[in-house]
């Protein structure tokens, strides 16, 4: 099996050495970038799996980075930001992105945010196991396909809006908290910022798919207990 490439986008050389140090250990290919032209430059050139972005970056910051890339890939974002840019993280996740980890950050996490986001994107499946496509109203899923649409009209979503979508839809009619949503999308343990988490890609879902989202059909919250998908 052909080893898996990250792109690793910083403009601090020591962070970058440091993050290839750990992500080399697992066993995976690094490429890197110093800001995020040349990270845009590197993915014309290259397969790759996965990006770690900094924000705060000359000449192409993070977040517009994240915006570009979007256009045309839905290959998994991680940002790396600094506690005082939460503006920016939500931004990224808006835009995007699809986890954050914020310096100055423990290498293990991330590294377990990498391999977690690296599981998603190369493996097909769903949920439950089920390869049928399903239909609610007027969205349908296919899932060997990955694919969705809306009254016919493709719909494309981040790997997480995905996941995300597809958790709700096949269970449409129950409610999911917003930690369980975290812990069966994410893979990982919930934490304190995971409902911004959460809340953010549910509001990109839901302009993906609603005619108005603020009054949505579909994706409706249950105040104080999550999120379902309604029948």
Not at 31 to 45: C, K, M, Q, S, T
Not at 46 to 64: A, R
Request: proline letters at 4%.
């Amino acid at each position: 099996m052909e080893s898996q490439c990250v792109l690793v986008v910083d403009d601090d050389k020591e962070i970058r050495d440091a993050i290839e140090i750990y992500l080399r250990n697992e066993g995976l290919q690094v490429i890197h970038a110093h800001d995020g032209l040349e990270a845009i430059e590197v993915l014309r050139g290259h397969t790759i799996h996965l990006i770690i972005l900094d924000i705060m970056m000359p000449n192409l910051d993070g977040i517009k980075a994240t915006f570009q890339i979007r256009k045309k890939m839905n290959i998994p974002i991680i940002l790396l930001s600094a506690k005082s840019e939460d503006t920016d993280k939500i931004l990224g996740l808006q835009i995007g992105a699809d986890d954050y980890v914020t310096k100055p950050f423990n290498p293990l996490e991330l590294i377990a945010r990498v391999k977690s986001q690296l599981r998603r994107y190369v493996t097909l499946g769903t949920f439950e196991g089920n390869d049928k496509v399903v239909k609610l109203r007027e969205l349908v899923l296919d899932p060997v396909a990955r694919e969705v649409t809306v009254s016919g009209e493709p719909v494309h979503f981040t790997p997480m809006e995905y996941k995300i979508f597809e958790l709700l839809i096949t269970n449409a009619g129950r409610v999911f908290s917003i930690q369980e949503i975290y812990e069966r999308v994410w893979k990982e343990p919930y934490y304190d910022t995971s409902d911004n988490t959460v809340a953010v890609h549910v509001r990109k879902i839901r302009e993906k798919i609603e005619i108005d989202p603020k009054n949505p059909r579909y994706l409706k919250v249950v105040w104080g207990v999550g999120y379902k998908m309604e029948k």
